[in-house]
């Protein structure tokens, strides 16, 4: 069988046939993803500038320094609510979920390890709602309505983000590095601590603040526990708590435009402290790789 | 903390293999700087070894002695279970599910595998350097070659800072790394980073030091750096390195060993003895063949 032989002067010609045919293709199957990119893209952004463009109005100080109650209402106590929510949240779920993703990759024997792995499949694809409804039925008829319930949803959901992520970073860390330090004669306990963990902490870090965004978003699970009020209420988790997600939702749903617009005001302060967290992590991380 | 560690051990001498080697461990003593090493401190011997992987035996029988002070290079075709063996030795094996062995492994009379003896600290004694050079990634230079001491030691900040200069210094990499000593250990060159991971294992101050395939992955230059340095450590340490290059055997081990793959697909030891025996008159035609580069 003959073979299509080029010569020189075959490249300075035109392309046809064969060839012609293979670069409409080509300029095809671009045009086909970048639309396909754009799709993406473009209502990412549109959200971004639509809420900016709601929210930016309304955003102002007296908004994030005062609280409801006050005579210029403001989201004061959403804003320090959620935080507390947050933070409270992921000092449960952080460590359990480290601890729990190290032991699947590192200890666990693999049936275990399997078995543990699906059922934190299971868990994140749970819709948040049923984490709210897990707490609204087990701790809010002992504790009520209250910051304890919160936390108890927000690290059910933050747990399997934290444990998925870590157990990914750990798998990452090079079998030889392991074995260079148990050969030291360091302790296995020592070795996955200071030494695969320690390799791992910028991924680590990342599933913690993968989980903290999760956490910072989350409605449903927060109406149905800490319900939200009125009140500042500064680590008081015992009772009624106030969350930004709880605000964005009360407030669009209100006839009162003043709310309408604070509620995407909040939102975008939301945003904004979402992608601060994010863009701070990553800078960490990139930095972390050139030391 | 070394010589602590002697008093409480049985001195052995008996060479059962390879006794032809103790008028030579004479004028190794004679070299031996340190003062705090004794000249028979690091001698092995392995006996009736078989080490399993599950059910497959990986390791056939092998009885070894291993002269203190000296380099014993084990060589042979791939998967006759050097690499195994080598393992063994420190009991890094068991860092893999369903390893087992039987037979024994003394060092200087103590059985390693004794139901008294805890592995983390055999490891400590029995030191090791991988095929691949591994630093901690996250680790400086220091702090590398200070790791054991912090982590399985407990040394003031002082003397961790004179231990890794020492260590260093062995390792011939101090005066590369003498102004950059806080740089990601990772920022070395390949060779630089496996005279790193030496400097990391002798800075715990083991007896002896498992090397396998320690030239694998470097250029020729930095081979001939680590096989200078093989020579220059053996007058403080029992050296055992595992190497497909039979030249660098020739170069660097005093001893040699060949083994070998048996039917089963499970390593024996051909046999073992002085190197210039090993390469230019050995008793086993096997030995020989493989020697002349006839096959493996």
Redesign the interface.
């Known amino acids: 069988m003959s073979v299509l032989r080029f010569t020189a002067a075959d490249l300075v010609k035109a392309p046809s046939g064969r060839d012609a045919r293979r670069r409409r293709a080509d300029r095809f199957m671009r045009g086909i993803m970048f639309v396909t990119a754009a799709i993406a893209v473009v209502p990412l952004i549109g959200l971004i500038t639509y809420i900016i463009t709601n929210g930016l109005p309304f955003l102002t100080s007296q908004l994030i320094v005062n609280s409801p109650l006050d005579i210029e209402p403001g989201i004061s106590n959403a804003i320090i609510g959620s935080l507390q929510l947050t933070i409270a949240s992921i000092i449960v779920a952080a460590p359990v979920g480290i601890a729990g993703g190290v032991y699947l990759n590192e200890f666990a024997s693999p049936r275990v390890s399997s078995a543990g792995e699906l059922l934190i499949d299971v868990m994140l694809g749970t819709p948040s709602i049923i984490a709210g409804l897990f707490a609204f039925l087990v701790v809010v008829p002992a504790l009520g309505f209250s910051g304890y319930a919160a936390i108890v949803a927000l690290s059910v959901l933050m747990i399997p983000i934290v444990m998925r992520t870590t157990q990914e970073v750990i798998r990452l860390v090079p079998a030889g590095v392991r074995e260079a330090s148990l050969a030291l004669g360091i302790p296995v306990w020592k070795t996955t601590i200071f030494v695969t963990c320690r390799t791992a902490a910028s991924g680590l870090l990342t599933g913690v603040v993968l989980a903290v965004s999760r956490g910072l978003g989350e409605t449903a699970p927060l109406l149905l526990t800490a319900k939200g009020t009125n009140d500042t209420e500064i680590l008081n988790f015992g009772s009624t708590m106030n969350a930004m997600p709880i605000v964005i939702y009360r407030y669009s749903s209100s006839p009162d435009s003043l709310l309408i617009g604070q509620a995407w005001a909040t939102a975008l302060v939301l945003l904004v402290i979402a992608l601060t967290l994010n863009v701070l992590v990553r800078f960490r991380t990139v930095n972390n790789r050139v030391a | 903390m070394e010589e602590e560690k002697g008093k409480g051990m049985k001195r052995s001498e008996v060479n059962t293999a390879g006794s032809t080697q103790a008028s030579k461990t004479a004028s190794s003593a004679a070299t031996n700087a340190h003062a705090s090493h004794n000249s028979t401190e690091g001698s092995l011997n392995l006996k009736n070894l078989e080490v399993f992987y599950d059910k497959f035996r990986a390791v056939n029988n092998v009885s070894l002695n291993i002269e203190p002070k000296k380099v014993t290079a084990l060589i042979g075709p791939s998967g006759c279970g050097k690499s195994t063996l080598l393992r063994a030795i ?1 009991r ?1 094996h068991e ?1 893999i599910p369903n390893a087992t062995v039987k037979g024994t492994i003394t060092l200087d009379g103590i059985d390693i595998y004794g139901s008294l003896v805890d592995p ?6 029995i ?2 350097v ?1 095929q ?1 050079p ?5 680790m400086s230079i220091f702090g590398n070659v200070a ?2 001491l912090r ?2 030691g407990a040394s003031s900040k002082d003397e961790i800072a004179g231990i890794v200069e020492e260590s260093l210094k062995k390792a011939a990499l101090w005066n590369e790394v003498k102004d950059k000593l806080n740089e ?1 250990g990772t920022s070395l060159s390949g060779g630089q980073q496996q005279r790193l ?1 030496i400097a ?2 002798i800075a ?1 101050r083991p007896e002896v030091i498992l090397m396998d395939e320690p030239c694998s992955a470097l250029d020729p230059i930095a081979t001939l750096k680590i096989e200078e340095l093989i020579r220059e450590l053996r007058t403080e340490y029992t050296i055992v390195i595992v190497t497909h290059n039979m030249q660098q055997a020739s170069r660097v081990s005093d001893s040699t060993a060949f083994f070998s793959m048996g039917e089963d697909r499970g390593g024996y030891l051909v046999e073992s003895g002085l190197t210039p025996q090993i390469f230019t008159a050995p008793t086993q035609q096997l030995t020989e063949d493989y020697v002349a580069g006839r096959f493996g």
Not at chain 2, 134 to 138: A, E, I, L, M, S
């Open positions: 420190n890094m860092t983390v600290r055999v490891r400590r004694v030191g090791m991988f691949k591994n630093p901690f990634p996250t790791s054991g982590l399985a990601p991971c990391r294992a715990v």
